[in-house]
């Protein structure tokens, strides 16, 4: 291993590819969610931030709810902006209105330009690691050979527990021994 400095993004990548084992097969990460184990300040937390992201949400759809009102209330519309001219307030508005679009604009432009020169030139994303059939049957607790008939059965249902543990696997076996692996399954492991 080199202790000198990489001189791109993809050597430097590579790199730390190589100083990290792969993760083991973690059974941690099949659990998607379990609100029933997150603790009441994380619900607490979690709720605010969602509470918070709502009504932002809702905030940013004021003004076509506001058009909308102004569109069936035309009369309203009509005396406000034509008989008080009030469209005078609304064209001395416009080149603020307008400043403020453009400086939205180029956060946005330049967001994508600070994005766009930091991942450009490789791609990081990994296929997933393939599982082996080991790490299956123990996660399963089962032996490897019952595995492995799950695996070239034609029709497989599988029964669990409220906890996740294997409680019956009904199969239909192949009407032929040299039945095609599914695409899913490694052939080299086969």
Known sequence: ??????????????LQREQKPPA????????????EKQKPGQK????SITLLFWG???????????TLGWAFGFYAFYEHLVVLRGWEGLVKQLPTYAVIAQIM?????LWAIINWRRFSGFDRRQPPQDVSLEDVAQWQSQPK????KW????????HYDTHGKLIE???TPNSSSNAPLPEWQDRRSA
């Open 151 to 158: 695996q070239h059965a034609r029709h497989i249902v599988v």
């Open 105 to 109: 604009c180029g956060g946005l432009i």
């Open 145 to 148: 050979e019952q595995i492995q």
């Open 56 to 66: 932002a949400w809702s905030f940013l759809w004021a003004p076509v709810a506001n």
């Open 1 to 14: 291993m080199s202790f000198s400095s990489p001189k791109n993004k993809q050597e430097q990548f590579a």
């Open 44 to 47: 607490f937390l979690l709720g």
């Open 169 to 171: 696997v009904e199969t």
């Open 24 to 35: 083991p097969f973690n059974v941690c990460q099949l659990i998607i969610e379990k609100p």
